[in-house]
């Protein structure tokens, strides 16, 4: 594994609490890094994920084998008002420096809260592997930026292991001004090597290069690699992106809803060596890809509710030719007889098919 949980070796010994109770039941509240609190969520096939009130911010999700997909720097520093570095930051109400407030907005160095009787969502869901979490300006907060508003968050954990990210934002102002702002999940992905990844989807868009003074292009190639920084915001994105990670033969899949961006970002070694918080190397097993509102501001009324959503899969994959080894993951009994969740989905977009999960009907 490139990256453990939430911080590396730093946590260890101050995870060591959590680890009994983490198999109490799929929801555990406990103390993380340098007495945080965190909650850790389970799914019953082994697969887990941890989210600090801190932030609201995710900084583990693993597979059903204990292997971490997400990358937290072995140098981040857990400790208010410094930012975690690695996981999913929540970038709001500002993404980077799109505005007059401290880059990425302040959702990611306040403490949230855990919301027991959360409004409905939508669509109600069977799935007890979630959180909800909330966070409210605080008076300093209205200083800085002077609109109330409501901030949830749900973090959960699907049957088959997928990571699901589900924001809602409402306007609670109460003298009747609109507010806009700017989002993004800032995921950062584990990966073997960044000279074995490559990142399929965006091919053709518009770009902002953020090392070209925001300049605008359009993507030439037919999938993004990496052999030097980069840092893009790509815009009017599909809802299907796939990181494919040659080396360990798996492919992220990362699917978003009213998120219509999304930021491509890698330090490599000259930018790594200038963060306290970041390892010389580290930038080898990490690759950040965004899903965002950056171009066009989201703008919310007093009553209204925006809702931005992320789920994320890791699925195994062999690439060839822009599609899976068929002879590498057959399924003995054949596709029609998948059962207990797995499914074969192809994303033309993108030009790569994935295989889930394969289970034969017994």
């Known amino acids: 594994m490139s990256s453990s949980s939430a911080g590396g070796a730093a946590e260890e010994g101050a995870a060591a609490t959590a680890a009994a109770p983490q198999q109490a039941g799929p929801v555990v509240t406990c103390k993380g890094v340098n007495g945080l609190e965190k909650v850790v969520l389970q799914e019953v096939r082994g697969s887990s994920a941890e989210v600090y009130l801190y932030g609201g911010h995710v900084t583990s999700w693993k597979d059903e084998h204990g292997e ?30 799109f505005g007059n407030l401290e880059p990425h907005g302040f959702a990611r160095n306040r403490t949230w809260s855990v919301e027991d009787d959360a409004p409905p969502f939508p669509v109600p869901t069977s799935n007890r592997a979630y959180v909800d979490l909330i966070l409210k300006p605080s008076e300093e907060d209205l200083k800085i930026w002077p609109h109330s508003f409501e901030f949830r968050l749900r973090v959960a954990l699907g049957p088959g292991g997928d990571l699901m990210l589900t924001s809602r934002i409402r306007n609670t102002n109460a003298d009747g001004k609109p507010f806009s702002f700017t989002f993004a999940y800032h995921t950062y992905f584990s990966i073997s090597d960044i000279s074995e990844v490559r990142v399929e989807g965006l091919e053709t868009l518009d770009y902002l290069d953020n090392l070209q003074e925001r300049n605008r292009y359009t993507e030439q190639g037919d999938a993004i690699v990496f052999e030097s ?15 494919i990670d040659h080396e360990k033969k798996r492919t992220f899949v990362v699917r978003k809803g009213g998120l219509p961006d999304a930021v491509v970002w890698n330090p490599w070694d000259k930018k790594a060596k ?7 190397d580290e930038y080898k097993r990490m690759v950040c890809v965004e899903a965002a509102a950056i171009e066009k501001p989201i703008t919310l009324k007093p009553g209204e509710e925006w809702t931005g959503k992320l789920e994320l899969s890791a699925v195994p994959s062999s690439y060839y030719s822009g599609q899976l ?31 889930l999960e394969c289970h034969t009907v017994i």
Request: with cysteine; aromatic share 12%; charged share 20%.
């Open 68 to 97: 971490e997909l997400l990358f937290v720097s072995n140098k981040a520093i857990f400790k208010p008002p410094k930012a975690i570095r690695g996981g999913i930051p929540i970038c709001f109400p500002q993404f980077s420096n």
């Open 325 to 355: 080894d068929p002879d590498r993951f057959k399924c003995p009994g054949g596709f029609n007889q998948l059962a207990l969740g797995g499914l074969v989905e192809v994303y033309p977009a993108i030009q790569v098919t994935f295989l």
């Open 229 to 243: 920084e980069l840092d893009r915001i790509y815009l009017g994105t599909p809802s299907k992106i796939a990181i």
């Open 274 to 280: 200038a963060m306290p918080d970041f390892g010389d």
